[in-house]
């Protein structure tokens, strides 16, 4: 399902939950979270589009991001999200292998990832022709998302105490050691959760 359609179903109350989302200002409105992990977002871009730094978009009005519609990621990336979407720079897709294959044949020069998106990055054909760019943003909490029009707030709090308890003895951590290396996996579980 789209990013887009379950926000959607979320507000409407149609779906009860999502798996991990972040907060803005519009989705506290109808969303809660349970917050468990927290991680960085970085520019993965072509080698061959002459951009080794942030500052280099300044000077690059060929440059075209591919991003997945209605996600929102740190406070750097979405400025350079809508500073290019407003200049008709910004290519949409519904997922992250359409993305990788534009920016493979090169209609995009970069996209947005996340340390999840690690293990396909490092894949030869991909690794071989781009290049990876931090954004110096800290890191973003990500949590199970619940509809408030679907869950009472006795609800969420159960769910949020469920969370908080795997967080506390170590199961967020031991899941995301089989994926990720031990470093990444604790930086991403020890973080000041939003209040």
């Known amino acids: ?3 887009a359609r379950i926000w959607q179903l979320i507000e409407s109350g149609a779906l ?19 917050w468990y992990f927290s991680n ?7 080698k061959d589009s002459g951009i080794t730094r942030l500052e280099d978009f300044a000077r690059n009005d060929h440059f075209h991001l ?12 979405n400025k350079l999200v809508d500073k290019l979407s407003n200049a008709n720079r910004v290519s949409l897709a519904g997922g992250l292998e ?10 995009i020069q970069g996209m947005i990832m996340e340390p999840f998106d690690y293990p396909v990055v490092q894949e030869k054909r991909i690794r071989d022709v781009t290049a990876i760019i931090g954004f110096n943003d800290p890191s973003v909490p990500h949590g199970l998302i619940m509809s408030k029009k679907a869950l009472p707030p006795a609800e ?11 967080l506390a003895d170590g199961t967020v951590r031991r899941i995301f050691e089989k994926y990720f ?8 579980v020890e973080f000041q959760s939003k209040p």
């Open 156 to 166: 969420q709090d159960k769910w949020r105490a469920l969370v908080d308890g795997m």
């Open 98 to 107: 359409p993305l990788y294959e534009a920016l493979l044949l090169n209609r």
């Open 181 to 188: 290396n031990p470093e990444l996996a604790a930086a991403m």
């Open 40 to 46: 960085k977002y970085y520019l993965l871009v072509r």
């Open 66 to 77: 591919g991003i997945i519609r209605s996600f929102r990621y740190s406070d750097n990336a």
């Open 1 to 3: 399902m789209s990013r």
């Open 16 to 34: 009860d939950f999502s798996l991990s989302g972040i907060s803005n200002r519009e989705r506290e409105q109808f969303a809660s979270f349970a």
